[in-house]
């Protein structure tokens, strides 16, 4: 039986070479979305208020800076939303 060529290679040489480009290609545009990220976007942007309610800021030293709000006036049982905001 015969190998059989593809531009001169054999078909696993040329698949194994399209798997590197493709892999080339990938590292490429992960390493340029990288770049623009740090350099062309503003992560510290203020957010606009997420509800009606006095905005505080605590500084933790394992967790960086988490911001809270606090309503005073209203009536019923505390509640308290937890949630995430990873910017890098």
């Known amino acids: 039986m015969q190998k059989q060529e593809f531009g001169g290679k ?3 040489a040329a ?3 399209g798997i590197v480009g493709a892999v080339a290609a990938l590292g490429g545009v ?11 976007v503003d992560h ?6 997420a509800i009606v309610a ?10 960086g800076e988490i911001s809270y709000y606090v309503a005073r006036e209203a ?5 308290v939303l937890i949630h995430s905001r990873v910017a890098s």
Not at 54 to 63: G, I, K, L
């Open 15 to 17: 698949i194994g070479s």
């Open 75 to 79: 009536a019923g049982r505390p509640l």
């Open 30 to 40: 992960a390493i340029g979305w990288g770049a623009y990220s740090t350099l062309g």
């Open 10 to 12: 054999t078909a696993a």
């Open 54 to 63: 006095e905005q505080r800021w605590f500084r933790s030293t394992t967790a």
């Open 44 to 49: 510290q942007l203020p957010l606009e208020p």
